[in-house]
């Protein structure tokens, strides 16, 4: 069984600051994707990395792709009110099927 | 920008009843997929779909499960006689390729009483 750990759980932090989310696991995975997701509503897809050492970034938002593909990291820079929500990492194998494995998720509050 | 759309967005029915979600997939889609998360818990794999036929299901999707695509745009997920451990969201999802890029519906809530 593929895990995912995702840590913090839980972030608070002032406007102006920056932050990163971690994403953890033992098993190596072909691609893996972070989401966004509003209380209610389904998850946004941010971005998907599929090449080990890969970065992409969004604006403000950094994604890295750990060498051996098992782990990740979400980096934003002076983060801002918006950027408040829950933020889920989902890991794809084709050892697994390429279904989806999902991070606990790690909810940040960026306060002004 | 295409999106992946469900229906309803609540359902509530009681026990022993049988529903049916609905969803339409994006539509240059190839993969198709059932996710769950129940209240306060991770979103959870139940079942990929991919060329007409289910390609894998977790130990969740059971046979009170099942899922069909009845024409070239619809993707159901029906659940014979709900329990009250079935009530969580329900999401779609679809991609182009095989695990990458899933894009997710606005899910159903579903409330079994």
């Known amino acids: 069984t593929q895990l995912l750990e995702q840590s913090p759980q839980f972030l608070s932090i002032q406007e102006g600051e920056n932050l990163t989310v971690y994403c953890n696991s033992s098993?190596?995975?072909?691609?893996l994707q972070w989401y966004r997701q509003e209380p209610g509503e389904g998850p946004v897809l941010l971005v998907t990395v599929v090449t080990g050492g890969e970065v992409k970034k969004l604006k403000r938002l950094t994604f890295q792709f750990g060498d051996a593909r098992k782990d990740s990291s979400l980096h934003i820079t002076a983060a801002q009110p918006g950027d408040t929500g829950l933020y889920l990492c989902a890991g794809a194998s084709e050892a697994a099927g390429n279904k989806l494995t999902f991070g606990g998720g790690t909810r940040v509050l960026v306060k002004p | 920008e295409p999106e992946v759309t469900q229906t309803p967005s609540h359902q509530v029915t009681q026990m022993g009843q049988e529903v049916i979600l609905r969803c339409v997939p994006i539509s240059n889609h190839l993969y198709f997929y059932w996710y769950r998360q129940i209240l306060g818990q991770k979103v959870e794999f139940l079942v990929s779909f991919y060329n007409n036929e289910i390609s894998e299901k977790s130990e969740i999707f059971d046979d009170q499960f099942s899922v069909e695509r009845p024409d070239g745009s619809n993707f159901t997920l029906k659940i014979r006689s709900t329990k009250l451990e079935d009530s969580a969201m329900y999401f779609c999802a679809s991609s182009r390729d095989s695990g990458l890029q899933a894009f997710f519906g606005q899910g159903t809530r579903l409330t079994v009483v």
């Open positions: 098993s190596v995975f072909s691609s």
